[in-house]
């Protein structure tokens, strides 16, 4: 294991633990306020928790006991060799790209010259070795940013942390930068903080999902994102998630709803015991919507109140609390009448997916 | 307007003090002679008197006896440097009466045709050596102060004390080498009642205003340049009776004893 | 008036013209002053031999004051600015106080402290040091009153600059001293410079504290603002023509702050 991590702030309410082994690269995601980046403050040594511990290649980077039984150990960043990497590029705007890359070499105290050929390395696996005698403030956000990330990489970080590398970016740019860090992180420890499913699934190992300052679910991209345990991972890949409990044939959502679960559905939730919580998830476009119950038999119908309309381009999503569905604009336009009424949402039985609510795998909170 | 200036006396023989002060004044020769026909007229009007810094003790102390006396005038102050004042004065500040601390002064006035009459000589002051109290560098006479070891502060040659200051030292054959020239009498003063300086060459009513916070001492050689303190009204006064009142009032008696009490020669 | 590059100006014309006053109310005086320059005798009266001494003691003192101000002012500045402890708002309000205080109060202040008798002066005297009438008193004098100039533009400028990119520094490696002399230090150079030239003027301009403290003695301690002190006494041409000459080394003074006080231009917000 090459990095270990226990930590608590009182103050945010986070309480977290976080493992990456020698060459992964975690993602981090969760919702505005979650203690994703108070996660990348304290494993960089920018912000003190209350309590916990941290190791990094077995060098302790901090050991804040809750209580006194042993001495506090406090490491200061420059002394971690753990290098962050935030959403704006924040490149030193009095020196040139080169003078940037090398920054980190020349305070670790590496020859002026050497760090100059270090740091031209790292612009070539950038893609930016054409900059290097510029001025920040002559690059553009797509460029700033790979000069931001050869420079975290220059200072040979045991541990990078990456706190939304590409939100700030174009979109036209995001794709290539994305690519280059996909290299770069291959085979490195890294963290990164990410709204972005995608980023998810071409950065990252694994994945955890951090609610409230708690991990929520951990595991690969494909288990986190296909199979979702929480809402907000449901909501990120685009999935309907209805969660309950298994009674017979049926997955039982809440009083009014009750799903059969013997009729062509796929997954490994098919073969949970009885009593078991369960969870099913289907896609919105795999959802229509009707005033009447449709007749169809290989449809599973969910009978909800229809919420609102959200026009999210070319089609239309229609709100429940249960389910959403993506319609055309014509026939939200008819649906319009039915907001605050209940409808019947369906979906064919063999687009949804039913698993069971915990995951086998560990999960650490 | 007839000048009124006894009628003041009459007034003031309703008040006790007023009593006392007009005694003296009435013995004293140098007063103005009495003009019958205007003594039942009682003063009124407000005036401000341009003063050298010097005289702020003395000046509001007779302003208020004489506001005491005249229950129908008010007399502002206005203390600075005489320089200073007959700057403002010739740039138009609304004066009613100048005192100055030197002939030099007073006579840039009259040379602009300022003046209601003749200025009059009301007061003389001398130098005088002071040093901080208990005196650490014992110094005894004006020789002393050429000592290396004594830390002398003097005014500037370009400002009256320090004129006089040159003067003496030139009739004393003594070369001074002081680590100050200030600008004014106070700041030599503040370097000596600090402790500072051990020693500051400032005038004797500079030394009794002081008090405690200094010793004074004496020097023959300080008769070499006595400093005359004229007065006059000012001829664009509106309240030139008021104004020439004033004059006379510290031209008379009153003025000489409260001068006289504050250090002042006689002129 | 002509709007900034063609762009929407909101300046009702009450303010422009309550402007104009407010300019007017600072240029008269000045022009008066030149008005009563004797131009005849300017040059004979600022290269006289008092003049030159008090010029040259100004300079000497206020560039030795200004060195002292960036020497004590910036690490202030840095601790007000970065650290966070009890009592630090009050003792920002202390070291700011001389901004406000008469002049003449510094003097004060600083005589019952270096002076003969003072708090310092007293050991200071024992080991030989007079500071009272001497050169350093001066110094002394104009460093009190021009620190908190250079304290203060430089703790805005650190809080507008703000602590991330010295957070990056320290991730790459760099200890504290290598994240102020290479990241800091070069980001707020420009308000290190406009404070030090704002100091260099409050400085040279001192006077009521030197007057106070220091004394007044042609070459050692009558700087520029004495010797017009004392010159308006007996010669107030060349009172005039030395102010003149002081009011064009402000004005070149307040032009170089201008200058210098430009900021870098951020990275961020570019994009291809």
């Known amino acids: 294991m090459t990095f270990t991590l226990d930590l608590h702030v009182a103050e945010r309410d986070v309480t977290l633990h976080l493992e990456v082994a020698a060459g992964e690269t975690v993602a981090v995601l969760g919702p505005n306020g979650a203690g994703k980046s108070t996660l990348l403050g304290v494993i960089a040594g920018l912000v003190r928790p209350d309590s916990g511990r941290a190791e990094l290649n077995g060098t302790v980077l901090f050991d804040l006991p809750a209580t006194g039984d042993r001495r506090s150990v406090w490491r200061p960043p420059h002394q971690r060799s753990v290098s962050l990497l935030a959403q704006d590029a924040l490149l030193f705007p009095h020196l040139s790209v080169l003078e940037n890359v090398a920054f980190g070499p020349r305070g670790a105290g590496v020859p002026a010259s050497q760090a100059r050929e270090t740091a031209t390395g790292w612009l070539r696996e950038v893609d930016a070795e054409g900059l290097a005698g510029r001025r920040p403030a002559e690059l553009s956000g797509g460029q700033a940013q790979r000069i931001a990330v050869a420079r975290a990489l220059a200072s040979d970080p045991g541990l990078l942390l990456l706190d939304e590398p590409l939100a700030a970016l174009d979109i036209a740019v995001a794709p290539a930068v994305r690519r280059m860090l996909r290299r770069v992180l291959a085979d490195r420890s890294a963290v990164i903080v990410t709204h972005d499913v995608l980023d998810a699934y071409t950065l990252a190992d694994r994945v955890v999902i951090i609610e ?60 949970a015991a009885e009593g078991a919580p369960l969870s099913l998830a289907v896609r919105p476009a795999a959802v229509s919507v009707s ?21 999210r381009g070319d089609f239309v999503r229609v709100r429940s609390l249960l389910l959403s569905a993506d319609v055309s604009p014509k026939q939200a336009a008819e649906l319009d009448p039915a907001v605050g009424s209940p409808v019947w949402f369906s979906f064919p039985s063999t687009a949804a997916t039913v698993f069971p609510s915990v995951r086998s795998t560990r999960l650490s909170s | 307007m007839p000048r009124t200036s006894p009628s003041g006396r009459v007034v003031a023989l309703i008040g006790l003090a007023a009593l006392v002060l007009t005694g003296c004044a009435t013995a004293t020769p140098a007063a103005s002679t009495p003009t019958p026909s205007a003594s039942a007229a009682a003063l009124d009007g407000d005036i401000t008197v341009f003063a050298a810094a010097s005289l702020k003790a003395t000046f509001t102390e007779l302003a208020a006896s004489f506001e005491a006396e005249n229950p ?75 000592s290396p070891d004594v830390k002398l502060v003097v005014c500037a040659p370009e400002v009256p004390c320090g004129s006089a200051t040159a003067t003496v030292a030139a009739a004393a054959d003594l070369t001074l080498t002081p680590v100050s020239e200030e600008s004014s009498v106070t700041d030599v003063l503040g370097k000596v009642t600090s402790g500072e300086a051990d020693a500051g060459l400032v005038y004797v009513t500079d030394v009794t205003a002081a008090g405690d916070a200094v010793e004074g001492i004496d020097f023959a050689e300080s008769a070499e340049a006595v400093n005359t303190y004229p007065i006059v009204a000012l001829k664009d006064s509106a309240s030139a009776d008021v104004a020439q009142a004033f004059v006379d009032y510290i031209t008379g008696g009153a003025g000489a004893d409260v001068l006289q009490t504050a250090g002042f020669g006689a002129p | 008036m002509r709007p900034v590059s063609g762009s929407y100006s909101g300046v009702p014309r009450w303010v422009i013209a309550l402007a104009a006053v407010g300019a007017a109310f600072v240029l008269l005086p000045l022009a008066a002053m030149v008005l009563r320059v004797n131009w005849a005798e300017f040059v004979p009266l600022v290269t006289s031999e008092s003049s030159v001494a008090a010029l040259l003691l100004s300079l000497r003192t206020s560039l030795a004051a200004t060195a002292l101000c960036v020497v004590f002012g910036v690490p202030m500045a840095l601790v007000l600015a970065r650290t966070d402890f009890w009592g630090q708002k009050i003792l920002r309000s202390l070291v700011l106080l001389p901004l406000v205080l008469p002049p003449v109060v510094g003097g004060i202040a600083l005589l019952y402290t270096f002076g003969r008798r003072g708090l310092l002066g007293q050991t200071f005297g024992l080991l030989g040091i007079e500071i009272a009438f001497s050169t350093t008193a001066v110094v002394i004098a104009q460093t009190f009153v021009a620190l908190p100039f250079l304290v203060l533009s430089l703790e805005g400028a650190l809080r507008t600059v703000g602590t991330r990119y010295e957070a990056i520094g320290a991730t790459l490696g760099a200890s504290p001293t290598t994240v102020l002399r290479r990241i800091t230090l070069p980001l707020v150079l420009p308000a290190v410079l406009s404070g030090a030239v704002l100091s260099f003027a409050r400085a040279l301009g001192e006077f009521g504290a030197t007057l106070t403290f220091a004394g007044s003695l042609q070459g050692t301690t009558r700087t520029l603002p004495l010797e017009i002190y004392l010159q308006r006494e007996t010669d107030p041409d060349t009172a005039v023509a030395l102010s003149l000459l002081l009011v064009v080394v402000a004005i070149v ?14 990275t961020t917000g570019a994009d291809s």
């Open chain 1, 212 to 271: 409230n300052g708690r991990i929520v679910d951990e595991g690969t991209p494909a288990e986190v994102f296909d199979r979702p345990r929480s809402a907000f991972a449901a909501g990120l890949a685009g999935l309907n998630l209805i969660t309950g409990t298994r009674r017979g044939n049926t997955l039982v959502a809440d009083a009014f709803t009750s799903i059969g679960i013997d009729g062509g559905l796929h997954g490994s939730g098919i073969d």
């Open chain 1, 291 to 311: 005033a009447d119950r449709p007749t169809d038999p290989t449809l599973i119908n969910v009978r909800a109140e229809l919420i609102d309309l959200e026009p």
């Open chain 2, 72 to 146: 129908g005038t008010t007399v502002a102050l206005n203390f600075a440097g005489s320089s200073d004042l007959v700057t403002q004065i010739i740039e138009g500040a609304p004066a009613d009466v100048f005192a100055s601390a030197d002939t030099k002064n007073m006579t840039k006035l009259t040379d602009e045709s300022l003046a209601a009459g003749d200025p009059v000589d009301f007061a003389t002051n001398v130098l005088e050596i002071a040093v901080p109290p208990g005196n650490p560098a014992g110094i005894v006479d004006f020789a002393d102060l050429a």
């Open chain 3, 253 to 266: 003074i307040v032009t170089l702050a201008h200058r210098t006080g430009a900021p870098f231009r951020r």
